[in-house]
């Protein structure tokens, strides 16, 4: 009987034991897990609180000063160009004599002593060998323009179509030796008048003196020309007379 109550005894205190010893294994583990649980936990803070002083740590850039920002460069403006100067018109010669650019042998020269004179309503050119008038209205509105080309001629000439670039001549006055015929080479000409010594002659241009476009040219200038043609010995009205 006591045998059996020994055997039984240690029966129950050898599943005691077990149990005592499962026990122990399950609390080692169960606290082994929540030291792990709380590694983890501790390591994910450590992560955490690096990655927030890395953002912290982060310098926020600087927000752009407009007033120290260069401002962009302006679009450079294109040179207007500079316009090209207008040629300085050459003035027309006047009414106002050109002394002559030579002299003859004998000393003669056309324009000695020439003056424009007035009389009466009347406009001529006179001198030491002729005496030439003009018709009034036309001299006067200064349509008339002349020069010395030599020691022995004068040439009339259209103010308005010389002043427009156009030679304009009307005709040109020549004085020749009563031996000379050299006259009679040109294609239109006149005897003007004769005097002791002289004779003198008018030519006339034989190609286009005016802008036969412009219809004042052509209307002043042919009355002009018109005017031109009474220079003639063999006429009665005719306005030269030599001395």
């Known amino acids: 009987m006591k045998n059996k109550t020994l055997s039984l005894l240690l029966g129950v205190v050898t599943a005691l034991a077990v149990v005592a010893a499962v026990l122990g294994i399950f609390l080692v583990g169960v606290r082994h897990g929540a030291g792990k ?16 002083v890395k953002e912290e740590a982060q310098p ?17 403006a294109t ?3 500079t316009a090209t100067p207008l ?17 003859s042998s004998d000393g ?9 004179r007035a009389s009466d309503g009347l406009v001529f050119l006179d001198g ?23 020691s022995d001629s004068i040439r009339f000439y259209y103010t308005r179509a010389n002043q427009s670039g156009i030679t304009g001549t009307v005709f040109t006055l020549f004085a020749y ?28 241009a034989t190609d286009v003196q005016i802008n036969p476009d412009d219809p004042v040219q052509v209307e002043e200038y042919g009355r002009m020309r018109d005017w031109a043609l009474t220079i003639d010995q063999n006429q009665v009205s005719n306005p030269f007379s030599a001395k």
């Open 37 to 52: 649980q709380e590694e983890t936990q501790q390591t994910a803070e450590v992560e955490s609180g690096q990655e927030s």
């Open 60 to 76: 926020t850039p600087p927000e752009k000063d407009s007033s120290t920002e260069p401002a962009a460069p302006s679009p450079t």
């Open 79 to 81: 040179p207007v160009p």
């Open 87 to 103: 040629p300085t018109a050459t003035p027309a010669p006047t009414a106002t004599p050109v002394p002559a650019p030579q002299t």
């Open 108 to 116: 003669y020269r056309i324009d000695a002593g020439l003056q424009e």
């Open 128 to 150: 030491d060998h002729f005496t030439l008038y003009f018709n009034s209205d036309d001299y006067n509105a200064g349509l008339w323009g002349w020069e010395v080309t030599g």
């Open 177 to 204: 030796d009563w031996g000379e015929n050299g006259y009679e080479n040109f294609p239109n000409y006149q005897i003007a008048g004769l005097s002791e010594d002289k004779k003198y002659v008018v030519t006339f």
